[in-house]
């Protein structure tokens, strides 16, 4: 799933860790979040949206989406 969570991460100035500690994950799930080795649930990707002030939408783009 391609995603702009990294982009927008880095932008903001915050490291993993800080993203980590906004979304009450471990780093190591931002890590896998951001290299595409974990899709987030639902509940998460709503949290990251709340915390970049994003739709899910603009973060997370529909692999299911027709072409």
């Known amino acids: 799933m391609k995603q702009y969570l990294r982009e927008l991460r880095t932008e903001m100035g915050l490291t993993q ?37 994003r739709p899910v939408e603009s973060i997370f783009e529909n692999p299911y989406r027709p072409a």
């Open 17 to 53: 860790a800080d993203l980590a500690a906004k979304l009450g994950v471990s780093r190591q799930a931002v890590i896998a979040l951001e290299t595409d080795k974990h899709i987030p649930s639902l509940d998460l990707a709503y949290k990251i949206s709340a915390v970049f002030d």
